[in-house]
């Protein structure tokens, strides 16, 4: 009989949403604050935005060939890196607007 638990022996689920809770909050909350700042700053922190949504994106996927190479879920980190490299792509065209001003 096998165990419900995934092979790894973790629990995959509150991982992903942790790291895509953390990725989140860390690019919208640059965005918010460049909207807050002075112009040079601001420039900054738009295109820092989408960059740390980017850097989270590819250690979700380093993360999915990890836990591949463990025989573990993989599907489950690599659905989560899929939402946020869309995630990236809504914050790079949300962020277009203000650098090409």
Same mark, same amino acid.
């Given at each position: 009989?096998?165990?419900?638990?995934?092979? !790894?022996?973790? !629990? $995959?689920?509150?991982?992903?949403?942790?790291?895509?809770?953390?990725? #989140?909050?860390? +690019?919208?909350?640059? /965005?918010?604050?460049?909207?807050?700042?002075? $112009?040079? /700053?601001?420039?900054? &922190? *738009? *295109?820092?935005?989408? #960059? %740390? #949504?980017?850097?989270?994106?590819?250690?979700?996927?380093?993360?999915?060939?990890?836990?591949?190479?463990? !025989? +573990?879920?993989?599907?489950?980190?690599?659905?989560?890196?899929?939402? /946020? &490299?869309?995630?990236?792509? %809504?914050?790079?065209? !949300?962020?277009?607007?203000? &650098?090409?001003?």
């Amino acid at each position: 009989m096998t165990s419900p638990l995934p092979q !790894n022996g973790t !629990n $995959d689920f509150r991982a992903i949403m942790i790291h895509i809770g953390i990725t #989140v909050t860390l +690019g919208l909350g640059l /965005l918010f604050f460049a909207h807050a700042s002075s $112009d040079p /700053l601001q420039t900054v &922190l *738009v *295109v820092a935005s989408p #960059v %740390v #949504v980017l850097l989270g994106a590819s250690a979700m996927l380093y993360r999915t060939y990890r836990v591949w190479k463990r !025989n +573990g879920r993989w599907q489950v980190w690599q659905g989560a890196a899929w939402f /946020l &490299l869309f995630f990236f792509i %809504v914050m790079l065209f !949300n962020s277009a607007p203000v &650098l090409f001003e």
